[in-house]
């Protein structure tokens, strides 16, 4: 069941609101798949030998920003498309269509590996950088709170979106995903494991993070808060 026939099922004039959603979901489709790429173009490096990016500095992305994307110098200067990129984007745009494609009844058997894989990954990940030099600093990094930043609006402001944004609340996604459900199931089963899994993921995943970056910065000789590396995307 389409989303515009679901609002329009509510009322006929609604059905715009279908559409919208819709056009939002294919930006946030486009934005997922563009990440997957980067992702695949990593991963595809990561099999050379030596590493291409192993001697970069942790506050330099020359390696992502020249070789990977071939940025230019301006935003001005359009230049070529990279071919590398656009064919993995392509094929990712493809694998993504042939999962989604019959429903939730491929869908739901990849999401048994999709959502699960990065747990295990993250645990494996967490597991090894507790034994690397510097993990402490950066759990306690962490968690250590400030808590004079609770009067910083826009720390509210950004958690509250990355809270809607993580529950897809309102979005195209959750609503075309709920028709595959029968009429009457009970749904509080999954109201309360989707966010407790999203802790559980967000939580091995910013231990997974600050763990290796006070690593990197213990062994490059920084300090986990230097304002060099947040000027670095870090």
Same mark, same amino acid.
């Given at each position: ?14 059905? =715009? ?5 819709? $056009?939002? @979901? ?18 595809? @490096? ?7 990016? %192993? ?7 020359? #390696?992502?920003?020249?070789? =990977? ?21 392509? *094929? &990712? ?5 042939? =999962?989604?494609?019959?429903? %939730?009844?491929?869908?739901?058997? !990849? !999401?048994?590996?999709?959502?699960? @894989? ?7 990940? =967490? ?19 400030? +808590?004079?930043?609770? +009067? ?8 509250? $979106? /990355?809270?809607?944004? /993580?529950?897809?609340?309102?979005? *195209? ?16 089963? &999954? ?7 999203? !802790? ?7 231990? @997974?993070?600050?763990?290796?970056? &006070? ?5 490059? *000789? #920084? ?6 590396? /947040?000027?670095?995307?870090?």
């Amino acid at each position: 069941m389409s989303i515009p026939y679901v609002f329009k099922k509510i009322h006929p004039s609604l059905k =715009v609101i279908g559409l919208a959603i819709m $056009t939002a @979901t294919l930006h946030f489709s486009t934005s997922y798949n563009i990440l997957l790429t980067y992702c695949y173009r990593f991963m595809f @490096t990561s099999f050379e030998y030596p590493l291409p990016f %192993a001697d970069e500095s942790i506050t330099q992305n020359d #390696y992502f920003h020249k070789e =990977v994307l071939k940025m230019s110098d301006s935003i001005s200067h359009w230049e070529a498309i990279n071919p590398f990129l656009f064919i993995i984007y392509v *094929g &990712s745009m493809i694998l993504c269509h042939f =999962v989604i494609k019959n429903g %939730a009844k491929t869908s739901g058997k !990849v !999401v048994i590996i999709t959502a699960s @894989t990065p747990f295990v990954i993250f645990f494996i990940l =967490v597991l090894r950088g507790l034994f690397l030099n510097g993990a402490l600093d950066g759990i306690i990094f962490l968690f250590k709170p400030k +808590w004079e930043m609770l +009067w910083n609006y826009s720390i509210w402001i950004d958690a509250s $979106t /990355q809270v809607f944004y /993580q529950l897809s609340i309102g979005i *195209g996604t959750i609503i075309n995903l709920s028709t595959a459900k029968a009429r009457r199931e009970d749904i509080m089963h &999954s109201v309360l494991v989707v966010p407790a899994g999203l !802790v559980l993921c967000g939580l091995l995943s910013a231990l @997974t993070i600050f763990i290796y970056l &006070s690593h990197f910065c213990v062994e490059s *000789g #920084y300090s986990i808060d230097d304002p060099r590396l /947040q000027l670095s995307g870090l």
